[in-house]
C-alpha cells in the first residue's frame, strides 16, 4: 500500500516521494485517516516505526486544505513533548515534511534563550512544538495566542505523566478552545495514561499496532548478572572487545552519567555526557559529535531516552535498569529502528534483580539472566551485603529516581529541568 489512498494532499504526496517513502507503516495506515477524520485517538506503538509522521502529514495535509482557501495565518496545531530533544526532533520532522509546502512550524522549550523562539512566532507559525514549562512561559506573559488551536498532540504522554507535568498540562488544557481534535501518541500505555485520556479525549478511537509495551522484534536483548563495581569495567571490556564504535548507555541519575563518562575515559573510550544539568549547547555538541564519531559512548540519563534519533545505532546498553519499568521500552528502543536490527544490554546488580523482573512482567517475555566470563557476581559478598540490610520499596526508589518524596510529590528544592 502507498500513501496515495490514505487521501492526502498531491503536493505532499510529492514531498514524501522527494523523501523517499513509498510504503506507510501500520501505525500511519491506522492513524493517518483517524486524524484526518478528526477524530481523538490514543495510539501506541513501538519505537521507531512512525509515529511522528502518523500525526504529522495528516496535519499538514489539512494546512494545506485550509491554504488553498486563503485562511488567516494562526497557530492550529499544538504538540507537547515531555524532553527538549523530543520537542526539536518532533519539529525537524514537521519541517522535513513540509518542505516548500509553506507551512511553518516552531519549536520553544527551557534551557535556551526565548528571544530566539519569540521572534520564529512573531514571523507566523502554524504548529508550536513545545515543551509544557516554556509554553506556559509563553502564555502567561502573553507572547502566544492559544485560542485557534485546533488540534493537541501530547506526544509521549506517559512519560510527561512520571516527570510531572500533569499539573502543567491542566493549566494548558484552561487555555484552549473548549472544542479541539486531541491525539495521543506514545510507545508505551499505563493506567495513568489511560486515566488521563478518560478525562480528556472524546470517544477516542484505540489504535494499537503490535502488542502493547512490546520491544521491537529486531532487538536482540541480552541480560548480564555483574556485581555494581565491576559494571564500569565490563562495560569498557565490551566496548573494547566487540570495537563497537557508536554506543547509547543510559544511567539513572545525572551523577552516574558523569562518573562513567570519567570511568570510561581512564580505559581509553571517549565519552560525551547528555542530562539534564548540561545546557542545551553543550547536549547538542555531544549528541552531534556522537553522530558523527568524534566520541565512541554517548551516556544519558531517561530525559534523553525519548528524543533521540540516531539513525542506524547498532548498540544500547542499560548500565543501570530504570526504576520506571516502560522506560525500559523507550531506551531499548534507540536501536532497531525502522526495522533495522540492533542489540541492547543491560548490566544488572544483585539490588537490580527486582527491576529485570518486572521488564520480563512488562515485556511478557522470559529473558535468560547470563554471566560473562571475567565478570562472574560475588555471591559471598552479595550474602554478606544482604544481611542486616532493609530492601527499599519499589515506590521509594521510583519517587527518588523522579525527584519526588515518599509521597510522590516533587520537592519544592529541586526546579525540574525540561
Known amino acids: 500500500m502507498s500513501f496515495a489512498p490514505l487521501g492526502l494532499h498531491s503536493d505532499l504526496l510529492a514531498v514524501l516521494k522527494s523523501l523517499d517513502y513509498q510504503i506507510p507503516t501500520p501505525i500511519q495506515q491506522e492513524s493517518i485517516p483517524e486524524v484526518l477524520a478528526g477524530h481523538d485517538i490514543l495510539a501506541g506503538a513501538q519505537t521507531g516505526t512512525g509515529k ?17 482557501q486563503n485562511c488567516e495565518k494562526v497557530i492550529r496545531v499544538l504538540v507537547l513533548t515531555p524532553t527538549r530533544e523530543l520537542a526539536q526532533q518532533v519539529h525537524q520532522s514537521f519541517v522535513k515534511y513540509s518542505q516548500g509546502l509553506g507551512f511553518n512550524s516552531v519549536v520553544a522549550y527551557g534551557g535556551a534563550s526565548i528571544n530566539p523562539q519569540i521572534e520564529a512566532l512573531n514571523q507566523g507559525c502554524d ?50 478552545p473548549a472544542i479541539h481534535q486531541t491525539l ?31 520491544t521491537a522484534a529486531k532487538i536482540e536483548q541480552r541480560f548480564y548478572e555483574v556485581d555494581s563495581q565491576r559494571k564500569a569495567g565490563m562495560l569498557a571490556y565490551l566496548i573494547g572487545s566487540n ?27 571517549k565519552a560525551a555526557a547528555v542530562h539534564g544539568d548540561k545546557s542545551q549547547g553543550a547536549r547538542d555538541r555531544g549528541l552531534e559529535e556522537f553522530k558523527n564519531g568524534k566520541v565512541r559512548a554517548l551516556v544519558a540519563t531517561d530525559v534523553a531516552a525519548r528524543g533521540l534519533d540516531i539513525k542506524e545505532l547498532q548498540y544500547v546498553v542499560n548500565f543501570e535498569l530504570p526504576y520506571n519499568v516502560e522506560d525500559y521500552i523507550h531506551r531499548i528502543g534507540r536501536t532497531g529502528r525502522a526495522g533495522q536490527a540492533g542489540v541492547a544490554v543491560s548490566l544488572i546488580s544483585h539490588k537490580e534483580k527486582y527491576l529485570f523482573d ?20 560475588d555471591f559471598m559478598a552479595q550474602e554478606e551485603a544482604d544481611r542486616g540490610k532493609r530492601k527499599p520499596s519499589k515506590k521509594s526508589l521510583r519517587a527518588k529516581a523522579l525527584g519526588q518524596d515518599a509521597g510522590g510529590k516533587a520537592k519544592v528544592n529541586k526546579r525540574r529541568r525540561r
Open 127 to 176: 504548529v508550536l512544538v513545545a515543551t509544557p514549562g516554556r509554553l506556559l512561559e509563553l502564555a502567561i506573559k502573553e507572547l502566544i495566542d492559544l485560542s485557534g488551536i485546533e488540534t493537541l498532540v501530547l506526544d509521549e504522554a506517559d512519560r510527561m505523566l512520571d516527570m510531572g507535568f500533569i499539573n502543567d498540562i491542566n493549566r494548558i488544557l484552561k487555555r484552549l
Open 358 to 377: 518486572e521488564v520480563k512482567k512488562l515485556t511478557g517475555e522470559e529473558f535468560l539472566m547470563q554471566w560473562f566470563p571475567g565478570f562472574e557476581p
Open 52 to 68: 511522528t509522521a502518523a500525526f504529522a502529514l495528516p496535519l499538514i495535509h489539512r494546512h494545506l486544505t485550509r491554504s488553498e
Open 184 to 214: 495521543f501518541f506514545s510507545a508505551t500505555f499505563n493506567d495513568d495514561v489511560f486515566a488521563l485520556s478518560k478525562t480528556l479525549l472524546k470517544t477516542p478511537k484505540l489504535i494499537e499496532v503490535a502488542e502493547r509495551n512490546a
Open 243 to 269: 570495537n563497537w564504535q557508536q554506543v547509547l548507555i543510559f544511567t539513572r541519575t545525572k551523577q552516574a552519567v558523569d562518573e562513567l563518562v570519567k570511568e570510561l575515559a581512564k580505559d581509553g573510550i
